[in-house]
């Protein structure tokens, strides 16, 4: 995926996990989960898309506000 390039949206997470020893497809196959539960939320809830949502829980984005 073009996303995991380091300057893209997912690739700091992709880089960091592949730095722990964990496989190229199992961080890929992660990623496209997430995408897609992401997707999903996000047309279920009618929100606008919020980018730092996307790597926080509930908790730790009213923690940020």
Do not use: P
């Not at 380091?6 to 997430?34: C, E, P, S, W």
């Not at 730092?52 to 984005?61: A, P, Y």
């Amino acid at each position: 995926m073009a996303t995991t390039r380091r300057d893209r949206f997912y690739g700091a997470y992709y880089h960091q996990r592949k730095a722990t020893g964990v496989r190229g497809n199992k961080i890929m196959v992660n990623l496209k989960r997430k995408f897609l539960k992401t997707l999903y939320g996000w047309y279920k809830s009618g929100l606008e898309f919020n980018q730092e949502r996307v790597f926080k829980c509930e908790s730790q984005l009213q923690k940020a506000a």
